[in-house]
């Protein structure tokens, strides 16, 4: 059973910066395409951003491009949420996912594609 365990939230100021992080257990992290989503209050869970299982992969949203980059490190079992610039429309709670295990290497922007989820971890931005 793989488990995502995300730390790193926190309240910022607007221009600021932020790196979150995710932590996955109890599976090969490296076989999986990992992707971080992000839902705001009264909206749609959105992806922010994902990263092939080898990281040489990597989709941004476009709200996003320019300001966040999402690298990962396999042989510590964890990807990051790099971001930069932040605005309070970044404040929302941010989630890892992870595929199941892949022998492609594409960076998955399909919420349906991941199967495993972490509890989510809060950042707030002020203005």
């Known amino acids: 059973q793989v488990q995502l365990v995300e730390s790193g939230g926190g309240l910022v100021q607007a221009g600021g910066s932020l790196r979150v992080s995710c932590v996955g257990s109890g599976g090969t992290f490296s076989s999986y395409a990992m992707g971080w989503f992000r839902q705001a209050p009264g909206k749609e869970r959105e992806i922010v951003a994902a990263v092939s299982r080898s990281g040489h992969n990597t989709y941004l949203a476009d709200s996003v491009k320019g300001r966040f980059t999402i690298p990962r490190d396999n042989a510590k079992n964890t990807v990051y949420l790099q971001m930069e610039s932040l605005k309070p429309e970044d404040t929302a709670v941010y989630y890892c996912?992870?595929?199941?295990?892949?022998?492609?290497?594409?960076?998955?922007?399909?919420?349906?594609?991941?199967?495993?989820w972490g509890q989510g971890t809060q950042v707030t931005v002020s203005s």
């Open positions: 996912a992870a595929t199941g295990p892949r022998l492609d290497d594409f960076a998955y922007r399909v919420r349906s594609v991941y199967g495993y």
